[in-house]
Structure formats: C-alpha cells, structure tokens
C-alpha cells in the first residue's frame, strides 16, 4: 500500500516537471533569480573582504577570521528575522519598502552567504598569496592590483566558493519565508513552496519541486566544474 | 608610476643585519652595490646569500642598521628587479607573464607586444607566448623569470642561484643572457656556491659565511691572491665551519 502510494507521487512530480508546468516554472525561475544575485552580491562583498583578509596583518586578525568562519553557521531564521527587523515599516530601510519582496530575499541571502564566500575566499587567497607574495613585491605591485590579481588567478578555486554561497542560498527556508513571505506568483520560492506543499500534503507538487532543486544544483556545479577543467587547461 | 628620483643606485647595506627571533642571519654587513660589473655573491649553503640579495632588493628590511636605494631608505622597488631561486609563474600565459610585468613597471599598454617578442627573443622562448607558463620546464620558466625581471628595464638585476636547477645547456643559456645584460650596463647582482660560475662571471666577489662578510675584492685577485685564510679554503672546496 504505502509502497504503491510513493510510486505514484514520484511519477505525478516527473509529470509536472515534464510538462513544464508553468507555475513550477515560475518557482524555479524566482528561486534561481534571488539565489544567483545573492551569490553576486556575496561575491562583490565576500571577495575583496576575503582577499584583504588574506593579505594583511593588525592586531585582532586571528579574532577577525575565527568570527568570520564561524558566521558561515549563520542559522537562516536569524538573518531572516535581523534582515525583517530592518525593512518593516518601523526598521530603519522601512522606507524602502521591500519587505516581502524578491529583493529583501536576495538581501537576506546574500548576507546569510557573504560570510562563506569571504571564509573560503580568505583561505584560498592566503595560500595564493605566500606563493605570490615574492614575486609581486619585486614586481613593485601595489595593494589593489595585488588583490585583483589574487582573484583573478585563484579565479577557478574561488569557483569553489561561490557554488558553496549557492548551494547553501538555494537550500535555505528560514531566511526567504521570513522576509518574502511565501506569496505565491511574487514570493514563492521553490524551498518555500516545498515547505508549504507538504505541510498542505500535496506530496506529488512538494517532490516535484524537491528534484528539480536538486537536479539544479546538480547541474550548476556540473557547469562550474566544466568551466574550471576548460579554464585550468588553458591557464595552467 | 613615479619615476622621480630616478635611480635605485647604488644600493648600500650600512652596518645591517637581519635576525629572526635570537637566530642573527645577516650580521652587521656593509656593503654597496654600484653600477659596473657583475658582483657574484658566493658562500656555502645556508651562509646567508639569499638573505642578504632580499635585503638588497628590499623585500625584506634589516633589523638593525639601514639599507639604501640611491640614497633612500624603503619605497617601492623602482629599477630593481629579482630573480627567485625557485621563480612562481603567474597562472597565465608565458607573453601575459611578461604583459603582467610591463604594466606593474608603468609600461604604456600599446608598447607591450613590441616589447614581449623582444623579451621572449632574448631569452629564446619566441615561439611559445601562447602556452600556460607553468606547464614550462624548469629551465624555461628560469629564463621566463629572467624576461619578467628584465621586462622592468632594471638598473640593478638580482639573481638568486638562477642556474642552480640546470643542466649544463640550460646553465649556459642563462649565463650568457646574463653577460648580454650585464653588458648593456645593467648592474648584476648574483648569487652561487659554484665557482666556477663565479669565475665566468664576476666582475666582484663577495665571499660570505655566516652572514658575515669573509673578503670582497676583484674576481681576478680574489681568486689568484685570496686575502683570507678562509676565502683560500673556500677556492681550495674545503669545507668552511
Ligand atoms: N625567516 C627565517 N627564519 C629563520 N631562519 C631563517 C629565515 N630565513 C633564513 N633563515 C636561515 O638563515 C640561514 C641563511 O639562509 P639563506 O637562505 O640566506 O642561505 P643561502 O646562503 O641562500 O643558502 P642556500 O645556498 O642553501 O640557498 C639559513 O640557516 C636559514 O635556515
Ligand atoms: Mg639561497
């Protein structure tokens, strides 16, 4: 009986990706929207932040790393509930008014992963950096220059990173149904939708959704990984 | 970049040394590094050679006493320019190597593949610009790091053992780049334990043990009339303790 039961949810889910059900579409695509900017903005935060990190020496640096790494275990449903205190109405970017918005879940996000891509980042860029460091003094480079350089170079293992900030932006639920609200054609995301299907107990709509998550992040690694071999290649 | 004042020269180590913890590695040495012919810096393994060429190129500051590039303490290097026992390429193409240094030397962007097939001619490796420069060999990517260091137009060039790793071809391929730049007026400051190499080269000999300075002099009278009971063991390849 309960065997039989599961066989049938599992083809209704296949079905419903099959046949591109259009609001499936439209979770999937939301999701992959506010996940991938939220890596963005990560990145343009967690990259220099991590490589300056990397790079310098003040009193307190070892205090700062240990409390950066340890912001990677960020719980979702904090950052949600801080990133909600700050866009109500009465918080002070009240005025903004992107609460429950796909914006305010990209913000929320890409502060939940910001920390990561800047652990990961630092790590990466410091151990560039003692191979580096020689050369580029000799060279007379400067600062900034030293810090494009480092990324651009470690550019494949950062990759690293970010499908870390990714995999972690697109798996989350506490953060986005706290500022997004799950509103459905606006908000709903597909972490969201599976929360909300399931405690609705539409199982089929919720697994549906739970492979296509999974067949995404599959996928986008898939492609990072391809992209890293060809440029390795290439740059040595 | 800035350009004024504009030289680097003479390079002077007044009374430095360099101590890590209790450990002293360079000890009170006083020295100048001024144009002219090659200065090979020689001295068994661990005396202290590369210490003293870091202290030199200023990448690293003496613990004591001063260090000066034409008169001034500290700056960025200028015209100086380093070649590394074990040179890192930059994960990229052999020419974007020397592309990297021409830009970080201020080189405007339109004179670089001029200048880069030029480099790559000097040390003949015309040819494989397009190739990833880590995938080199180990006497390319030497003379690689010779081009990269070359391609900041130094006044003063510091090469660290850069034949150490080669064999003999390889070992004459850098020497003899070395002798054309050293004979268009670029000041070579270049470490060894190989006398032989020493010979071939210098111009002057500082002999270093310790990290201290044993005897310096001409090569010529250095090695027919060496001043020091220690320099005469040291040409004799007895052991120096
Ligand atoms: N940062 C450091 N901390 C501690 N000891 C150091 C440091 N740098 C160098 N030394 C020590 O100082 C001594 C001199 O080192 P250096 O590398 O200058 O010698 P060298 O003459 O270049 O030797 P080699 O011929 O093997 O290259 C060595 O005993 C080395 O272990
Ligand atoms: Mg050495």
Known sequence: MKCNQNGMETSSALELVLRGDPALLAIVRLSLAVSLSAVLFAALVGLPLGAALALTRFPGRGAAIVVLNALMGLPPVVVGLAVYLLLSRSGPLGELGLLFTPQAMVIAQAILIAPIVAALARQTLEDLWLEYRDELSAMGVGPARRIATLIWDGRFSLLTALLAGFGRAAAEVGAVIIVGGNIDGFTRVMTTAIALETSKGDLPLALGLGFVLIAIVVVVNALAWGARRAGERMAG | ?241
């Open chain 2, 1 to 241: 970049m800035m350009r004024a004042p504009a030289t680097d020269l003479p390079v002077r180590l007044d009374d430095a040394s360099f101590a890590v913890g209790t450990v002293t590695i360079i000890d009170r040495m006083t020295l100048t590094f001024a144009p002219g012919a090659p200065t090979l810096v020689i001295g068994p393994n661990g005396a202290g050679k590369t210490t003293l060429l870091r202290l030199a190129m200023g990448l690293a500051a003496p613990t004591s006493g001063t260090v000066t590039f034409g008169g001034r303490e500290r700056g960025p290097p200028l015209r100086r320019a380093f070649v590394f026992q074990r040179p890192v390429m930059l994960r990229r193409s052999v020419a974007a190597n020397l592309r990297y240094a021409l830009s970080a030397a201020g080189m405007p962007r339109r004179q670089h593949d001029g200048r880069i097939a030029e480099l790559l001619a000097l040390v003949g490796l015309t040819g494989i610009g397009d190739r990833p420069a880590r995938r080199l060999s180990g006497g390319e990517q030497q003379r690689l790091a010779l081009a990269r260091a070359l391609a900041r137009e130094p006044e003063i060039l510091f090469l660290d053992e850069p034949t150490a790793s080669l064999d003999p071809a390889a070992t004459k391929a850098v020497e003899d780049i070395v002798a054309q730049v050293a004979a268009r007026g670029i000041k070579v400051v270049m470490s060894t334990h190989d006398l032989a190499k020493a010979k071939r080269l210098a111009g002057d000999i500082v002999l270093i043990h310790r990290g201290r300075v044993v005897e310096t002099g001409p090569a010529e009278e250095f090695f027919a009339a060496p001043k020091t009971d220690a320099a005469r063991r040291f040409i004799a390849g007895e052991l120096l303790i």
